[in-house]
């Protein structure tokens, strides 16, 4: 599938709202959409023929979310919503990338090559520096501790590059384990971003999204240990219910960051205590993502409203995280992600999870 480069114009009515209402942030979220979706074109019209030549399915997988990622970009730019927009193009870029990195790298981390390992930790370097003026603005100090440890990451990935280029040969592993930094500095980046905007311009609804997901995970985790009878995971998944409790009461009181940084955390100890908690049956994991997957395609083509495109847009967000999760071996945090993108796809149909 060819995704063609095309320059998108911003909606008559943005453009309408930008010079009547006080509100320049909207006409820049606009501008910023219109550059992640062209970028994003052109990084599938590079990515497309190389992957789908590799006969990596994995790859392959991921260039088809990239794609989809992109057409829900497209449809939430058309609809006005700009800032969902150009994060559902970031997104469909940076996994169009982890499928030529893997493609480039070939099996066993084979043929990496210095000059490709060079463009990957310079496309990161931009992304860093995009990220670190928002970053600064919002005042956020999470978004800035999570920025600064992917700016450690790139520092470690670039000097690998140079040791593995300084004499004869390239070494193969260093040039590997400096993309898999850099990759993780980009998702570093990215995440820092969001924190940033959703600091300086915190949306309620999505807000209230957020503390449903970490109430589903923690139900899930609860429901885990009594089966396992493990006092000890118990007692830690306490804690994160006491501390969403907290998130809910921060909410309530309009105090949306400190509501945010609650709930990630208790959503955070709910992923320590289920990285221990053993395997997953894999049907039932397969079970589960196939179930998302079969959602979320019904409500793409549902006709949705403004509202659930957004919700659409964010379960194809928490379907990739399942198959990568999956991918990377960990299959609790892929369960409770595909669980989370099958519920966002019914709520967006209008459905009852």
Same mark, same amino acid.
């Given at each position: 599938?060819?995704?063609?480069?095309?320059?998108?114009?911003?909606?008559?009515?943005?453009?309408?709202?930008?010079?009547?209402?006080?509100?320049?942030?909207?006409?820049?979220?606009?501008?910023?959409?219109?550059?992640?979706?062209?970028? &994003?074109?052109?990084? $599938?019209?590079?990515?497309?023929?190389?992957?789908?030549?590799?006969?990596?399915?994995?790859?392959?997988?991921?260039?088809?979310?990239?794609?989809?990622?992109?057409?829900?970009?497209?449809?939430?730019?058309?609809?006005?919503?700009?800032?969902?927009?150009?994060?559902?193009?970031?997104?469909?870029?940076?996994?169009?990338?982890?499928?030529?990195?893997?493609?480039?790298?070939?099996?066993?981390?084979?043929?990496?090559?210095?000059?490709?390992?060079?463009?990957?930790?310079?496309? +990161?370097?931009?992304?860093?520096?995009?990220?670190? @003026?928002?970053?600064?603005?919002?005042?956020?100090?999470?978004?800035?501790?999570?920025?600064?440890?992917?700016?450690?990451?790139?520092?470690?990935?670039?000097?690998?590059?140079?040791?593995? +280029?300084?004499?004869?040969?390239?070494?193969?592993?260093?040039?590997?384990?400096?993309?898999?930094?850099?990759?993780?500095?980009?998702?570093?980046?990215?995440?820092?971003?969001? *924190?940033?905007?959703?600091?300086?311009?915190?949306?309620?609804?999505? /807000?209230?999204?957020?503390?449903?997901?970490?109430?589903?995970?923690?139900?899930?985790?609860?429901?885990?240990?009594?089966?396992?009878?493990?006092?000890?995971?118990?007692?830690?998944?306490?804690?994160?219910?006491?501390?969403?409790?907290?998130?809910?009461?921060?909410?309530?009181?309009?105090?949306? @960051?400190?509501?945010?940084?609650? +709930?990630?955390?208790?959503?955070? /100890?709910?992923?320590?205590?289920?990285?221990?908690?053993?395997?997953?049956?894999?049907?039932?994991?397969?079970?589960?993502?196939?179930?998302?997957?079969?959602?979320?395609?019904?409500?793409?083509?549902?006709?949705? @409203?403004?509202?659930? $495109?957004? *919700?659409?847009?964010?379960?194809?967000?928490?379907?990739?995280?399942?198959?990568?999760?999956?991918?990377?071996?960990?299959?609790?945090?892929?369960?409770?992600?595909?669980?989370?993108?099958?519920?966002?796809?019914?709520? &967006?149909?209008?459905?009852?999870?």
């Amino acid at each position: 599938m060819k995704t063609p480069n095309l320059r998108l114009p911003i909606p008559l009515a943005l453009l309408l709202a930008a010079a009547l209402l006080p509100r320049p942030a909207l006409a820049q979220s606009c501008l910023e959409a219109q550059r992640e979706i062209t970028a &994003a074109d052109r990084t $599938l019209q590079v990515v497309s023929p190389v992957v789908q030549g590799s006969g990596d399915a994995t790859a392959a997988d991921q260039l088809a979310r990239a794609q989809l990622l992109e057409g829900q970009a497209k449809a939430a730019f058309t609809e006005g919503r700009c800032p969902l927009a150009a994060r559902l193009a970031g997104r469909a870029r940076e996994l169009a990338d982890k499928a030529l990195v893997r493609v480039r790298r070939g099996a066993g981390d084979r043929n990496v090559r210095p000059d490709f390992a060079r463009r990957e930790l310079e496309r +990161t370097d931009e992304i860093l520096a995009r990220a670190a @003026p928002r970053v600064k603005e919002s005042g956020s100090d999470r978004a800035q501790i999570v920025l600064d440890g992917a700016a450690e990451s790139q520092t470690r990935a670039w000097a690998l590059v140079r040791d593995a +280029t300084a004499a004869g040969a390239p070494d193969q592993a260093r040039l590997a384990t400096a993309l898999e930094l850099t990759m993780k500095a980009r998702d570093g980046a990215r995440q820092a971003f969001d *924190l940033a905007t959703q600091n300086s311009g915190m949306n309620p609804d999505r /807000l209230a999204e957020e503390l449903r997901l970490t109430d589903g995970q923690i139900a899930t985790a609860v429901e885990w240990s009594r089966a396992a009878g493990s006092s000890g995971s118990a007692a830690r998944l306490e804690v994160a219910r006491s501390m969403e409790e907290r998130a809910r009461r921060r909410f309530e009181q309009r105090d949306y @960051p400190e509501a945010l940084g609650l +709930t990630q955390r208790a959503r955070q /100890l709910v992923r320590d205590v289920l990285s221990g908690a053993g395997q997953v049956d894999p049907a039932e994991l397969d079970r589960a993502i196939q179930a998302a997957r079969s959602a979320l395609d019904r409500a793409r083509s549902a006709g949705l @409203p403004a509202d659930g $495109l957004r *919700l659409l847009g964010q379960g194809e967000l928490r379907y990739s995280r399942a198959v990568e999760q999956r991918d990377a071996g960990h299959p609790w945090v892929a369960l409770l992600s595909a669980r989370a993108a099958r519920d966002l796809a019914l709520r &967006a149909m209008g459905g009852t999870p």
